[in-house]
């Protein structure tokens, strides 16, 4: 594939690809042969994956190869995950920024470990890929942990007053329910961290041995790249859910379901 | 008015939620060693009046007076342990009964504590040791008021302690009530039954539309309202 100090996209590569849509084709054919009614589904992903990779292919190109507009890019990037995250997030008060505080708190502080302590050189072809790591990872956890927090405020509203009434803290009061929210956000990445390599091999690791890297060298940069993942998930996870606790805190050591 | 005859008050309270107005103007004193009723059609306002007691709600406009002093001016933890309130359903929490009693407590609780409260709830000691989610609603229920009166409240709160209940627990409960009334506490009683208010309250005040529109004994209420519409 194209890139700098890559080679250019050849009359062979376009023939590989054309050779891998036989298996598409394979795909379409069981879904005809049992009546799935997935041909059009089918199709419609394989034109979308084509035209988005081409598309994020041709944009990390002009970003390595114009330095500056990696920034603009990273940004971009951490903009379009917290309108994702933010609309998951729908039914809590400033759900977007929230969204936007976790993924570039988690992000930001996960690329100064990695870049500023010189695990990676800082340049775009680094950087570009591994805060896209970083942003969609940090997503998923601000997803999951908001919106799971989100529900047990709302459905255990009378559970939470019974402890305030009960005399204690509203930060005391939803420490089981923001415990809960943070765990379950966290548990795919712990799982599939413990079990790499067991049950399944990670995209990256198969993409570095494709690329022909060592095997050494593919599971040392797996490891590097799991770690930060699961450092800024659990950033993104905590400081979702703590901004989330407080938007349903009031003044006066209560909580407030927003009337909608 | 004497804060220590009347040790809650609320004074022209009102309070908006999504646009509408559930408290106008609520002016009220409850009196120590008495069952005060809140009574009314559902949706007059009476748990909303409640939870500003508890402060649970924090009102637009007016002020809650506990001894004198707005609780806007009180640490909320402190106004939640002198303000004990208990809901329609009880929440317990996963353990023992003695462990929901000691829940959040700060001062150091002894075993003869828990019997006391226990027995002021009407539960014989026995229960301390039942494990908490294997009980009935009424039992459940007077767990909560047991884990309540554990904290030495001034005032107790209850809304609608009773409408998740079968008849004898209902009528245990309010028994339980009026035996509490008489130990110097002072209680508000939140109902949508007028027949109710007569078996438990001294005084009970008619809730209409945000607005206490009628205040008197049970009996005189029932008679100058006898729409069940308005006072069921």
């Not at chain 2, 009964?97 to 150091?108: F, K, Q, S, T």
Request: charged share 20%; with cysteine.
């Amino acid at each position: 594939m194209a890139g700098p100090g890559g080679r250019s996209v050849t009359l062979h590569d376009a023939l590989e690809l054309a050779i891998v849509l036989v298996l598409v084709a394979v795909a379409v054919g069981v879904s005809l042969g049992f009546r799935l009614g997935l041909e059009s589904q089918l199709a419609v992903a394989v034109v979308r994956a084509l035209v988005q990779l081409a598309a994020v292919a041709a944009v990390i190109n002009f970003v390595l190869e114009h330095p500056p507009f990696a920034a603009l890019f990273i940004v971009v990037m951490a903009a379009a995950a917290a309108l994702t995250s933010g609309h998951r997030l729908k039914g809590i008060p400033s759900a977007a920024g929230i969204a936007l505080a976790a993924i570039s708190i988690a992000t930001a502080l996960a690329l100064g470990i990695l870049f500023g302590l010189g695990v990676f050189d800082f340049v775009p072809r680094f950087l570009v890929p591994i805060a896209g790591m970083l942003i969609g990872n940090s997503m998923n956890a601000t997803s999951v942990a908001g919106a799971l927090l989100r529900d047990e405020i709302e459905s255990k509203t009378l559970e939470i007053e019974t402890r305030l009434a009960l005399g204690v803290g509203v930060r005391e009061a939803l420490a089981v329910h923001v415990r809960k929210a943070v765990t379950t956000s966290l548990i795919p990445l712990i799982d599939s961290t413990k079990n790499v390599g067991l049950i399944l091999l990670p995209g990256g690791f198969v993409g570095m041995l494709l690329g022909g890297a060592s095997p050494a060298q593919a599971a040392q940069v797996q490891a590097i790249i799991l770690f930060m993942l699961l450092g800024a998930v659990a950033v993104a996870g905590m400081v979702t859910v703590v901004l989330v606790a407080r938007a349903y805190v009031a003044t006066g050591e209560r909580i407030v379901i927003p009337v909608r | 008015m004497d804060a220590d005859r009347f040790p809650l008050r609320v004074e022209s309270l009102s309070l908006a939620r999504g646009g509408r107005e559930v408290l106008r103007g609520i002016d009220a004193a409850f009196e120590r060693s008495r069952v005060t009723a809140l009574v009314g059609p559902s949706g007059a306002g009476k748990t909303s009046l409640l939870r500003c007691l508890d402060r649970l709600e924090d009102p637009d406009r007016g002020r809650v007076l506990l001894d004198g002093t707005d609780i806007r001016d009180l640490d909320p933890t402190y106004v939640r342990r002198t303000v004990a309130m208990i809901f329609q359903t009880p929440v317990l929490f996963p353990g023992g009964v003695e462990a929901n009693l000691r829940y959040g407590m700060v001062e150091a609780v002894a075993r003869g504590d828990v019997v006391e409260a226990l027995g002021a709830a009407g539960l014989p000691e026995s229960f301390a040791e039942r494990d908490a989610t294997a009980l009935s609603v009424g039992q459940a229920q007077r767990v909560a008021l047991a884990r309540a009166l554990i904290r030495k409240p001034e005032v107790l709160l209850l809304d609608e302690p009773t409408s998740a209940l079968d008849k004898d627990a209902a009528a245990k409960i309010e028994e339980t009530i009026r035996t509490l009334a008489s130990r110097d506490l002072t209680i508000v009683l939140v109902t949508h039954n007028l027949a109710q208010a007569r078996r438990v309250a001294d005084t009970a005040l008619l809730m209409v539309d945000g607005q206490i529109v009628d205040s008197g004994s049970p009996e005189q209420i029932e008679s100058a309202w006898p729409d069940p519409a308005v006072a069921p």
